[in-house]
């Protein structure tokens, strides 16, 4: 999956600790997977990372990315709520609750 879709690493020395896949959709941008290192934490490289993918997203002419997390990510979710993303959607999976969000981007 990675190897067929833009992938963005953030470093911390020698360190590949922070990523952003994505992946493009007829109508949207997909965030596949946006990850900050625990020791990364708190300090805005999530949000770098999200700025980065709607950059992406205008650069590929897309209005929308779509991205999906997990019910108990409570703080990821009142993260992508700030930031402007909706929850469209949820539904079960393996035992837990999947949460699809969207942001509309401006034109």
Not at 24 to 36: G, T
Request: proline share 4%.
């Amino acid at each position: 999956m990675i190897a067929q879709h833009p992938v963005w690493l953030l470093w911390q020395g020698k360190e590949a600790r922070n990523v952003l896949a994505l992946r493009l959709e007829p109508d949207y941008l997909h965030i596949f997977s946006v990850a900050v290192h625990p020791q990364d934490q708190k300090y805005g490289f999530g949000c770098r990372l999200l700025n980065w993918a709607e950059l992406e997203a205008q650069r590929y002419v897309r209005q929308e990315i779509h991205l999906l997390t997990n019910a108990l990510m409570v703080e990821n979710i009142a993260l992508y709520l700030r930031l402007g993303y909706i929850e469209i959607g949820r539904e079960p999976y393996l035992g837990s609750t999947v949460v699809y969000m969207a942001k509309k981007l401006e034109k």
